[in-house]
T-cell receptor
Framework: DTEVTQTPKHLVMGMTNKKSLKCEQH?????MYWYKQKAKKPPELMFV???????INESVPSRFSPECPNSSLLNLHLHALQPEDSALYLC???????????????FGPGTRLLVL | AQSVTQLDSQVPVFEEAPVELRCNYS??????LFWYVQYPNQGLQLLLK??????LVKGINGFEAEFNKSQTSFHLRKPSVHISDTAEYFC???????????FGKGTTLSVSS
């Protein structure tokens, strides 16, 4: 099973709202990722968790707050977003980086976020 | 630093025709290369990957790619495309630490009848 699930599929929020995106995998992977993808663009890395610890933060604004409660779950908490944050948010998982070779990342279907 | 260049932003082809999507990479260390496909309104699906070994890599849905170290290329090919292959295709290389993927800008493959 190479499935990564994400909820919700679609989300509309106002600039004063607080919402959360959820990601789950049951492949035993110990690295999880958040990417942001704007229309007609490639995914851009936001955060990497390795063994439930934040290992990479690509200078993401603090209105995005990631959380990894356990090895299977990854959340992205959203607060006071701007309209330009509207995008497809993708979650991915893999075995931890830094092993003998690059491990394959498996992606979820994404959450399409619209900020009004 | 690693980087990826996808040479064609759009590739229109007719059904049952062969197709090649071009990808060139830049890396100063061992290279791990990937092709992902993204169908409309979906996430990314792994098509194939090159980690080591045989330079001809076969993937899902009849796609294959050839790693060419001297030309720093990893072009994706399919001998006969279907309408259902219409999608966005991304070439990616792992960064030096193996902690992230660096994506090309993508190639839109449009298959028409």
């Amino acid at each position: 099973d190479t499935e990564v699930t994400q909820t919700p599929k679609h989300l509309v929020m106002g600039m004063t709202n607080k919402k959360s995106l959820k990601c789950e995998q049951h492949m035993g992977h110990r690295a999880m990722y958040w990417y942001k993808q704007k229309a007609k663009k490639p995914p851009e890395l936001m955060f990497v968790y390795s063994y439930e610890k934040l290992s990479i933060n690509e200078s993401v604004p603090s209105r995005f707050s990631p959380e990894c409660p356990n090895s299977s779950l990854l959340n992205l908490h959203l607060h006071a977003l701007q309209p330009e944050d509207s995008a497809l948010y993708l979650c991915a998982s893999s075995q931890p980086p830094g092993l003998a070779h690059q491990e394959t990342q498996y992606f979820g279907p994404g959450t399409r976020l619209l900020v009004l | 630093a690693q980087s990826v260049t996808q040479l064609d932003s759009q590739v229109p082809v007719f059904e049952e025709a062969p197709v090649e999507l071009r990808c060139n990479y830049s890396s100063s260390v061992s290279v791990y290369l990937f092709w992902y496909v993204q169908y409309p309104n979906q996430g990314l699906q792994l098509l194939l990957k090159y980690l080591s070994g045989s330079t001809l890599v076969k993937g899902i849905n009849g796609f294959e790619a050839e790693f060419n170290k001297s030309q720093t290329s990893f072009h994706l090919r399919k001998p006969s495309v279907h309408i259902s292959d219409t999608a966005e295709y991304f070439c990616a290389v792992s960064n030096q630490a193996g902690t992230a993927l660096i994506f090309g800008k993508g190639t839109t493959l449009s298959v028409s009848s």
